[in-house]
């Protein structure tokens, strides 16, 4: 298995769990996304960014943020600039050529790698006419996962991209701080309440003799 996918089962279901974890946290407030003062706001909250990329579906293209003509502050574009840097060191074309076919990349996979790599706490998708731009928000306070979340994060990851599912959902777990039993056959999880009212859950994942998920399955303990 490739550098990059390896990468993406570590990053790819976590980030696609914290998105989930903070829709909760900002419902259907859009974001509005102020280059010059660094930051995006919902409503009454706003986080600092770093740059990713963007996308531009008239092109058919994802453009790194670091690439001649992207115009973004330097200061904004730290994260996707060390990225670059380690594609090019460990000779990685995903993260060291800055301009991709859309048929040969998937933005949010290489974006979310991009937020496991820097540390950001949650990836954005920011559209704007034909053009989306990809960002990353730090010093979000999350809600706390929920059994559904995590479990609909790992399907789709694994939907998008060919990841070693076993690996993907124990890293999964431990990005949420939640710690996982079992043997090669079965992961066993059991994720705390949500709130005062809520109950503990318990996800099992099943394998397949050659490292597939079979189920997963979610109960109230």
């Known amino acids: 298995m490739s550098r990059v996918l390896d990468l993406a089962g570590t990053h790819l279901p976590a980030t696609l769990a914290r998105g989930e974890r903070f829709v909760r946290l900002v419902g259907d407030t859009p974001g509005i996304l102020d280059l010059d003062d660094g930051r995006i706001q919902f409503g009454d909250k706003q986080w600092p960014i770093q740059i990713v990329g963007t996308t531009d579906t008239e092109a058919h293209a994802w453009v790194w943020a670091w690439a001649d003509g992207q115009p973004f502050p330097e200061e904004l574009t730290i994260t996707a600039r060390a990225l670059r840097d380690m594609g090019k060191r460990e000779l990685l074309p995903e993260f060291g050529e800055a301009i991709w076919h859309l048929d040969d990349i998937q933005p949010y996979v290489v974006a979310a790698i991009a937020r496991g790599w820097g ?103």
């Open 119 to 221: 540390l950001a706490d949650v990836l954005y998708r920011v559209p704007i006419d034909h053009r989306a731009i990809y960002v990353l928000m730090s010093d979000v306070t999350l809600p706390a996962p929920k059994a559904h979340e995590l479990a609909n994060a790992l399907t789709t990851a694994i939907a998008m991209v060919p990841i070693d599912h076993r690996r993907a959902t124990v890293d999964l777990m431990a990005d949420a701080r939640i710690p996982t039993t079992g043997v090669d056959e079965v992961v066993l999880a059991t994720v705390p309440p949500s709130g005062p009212d809520g109950k503990p859950e318990s996800v099992t994942i099943t394998f397949t003799p050659q490292g597939k998920i079979a189920d997963v399955g979610v109960v109230i303990v």
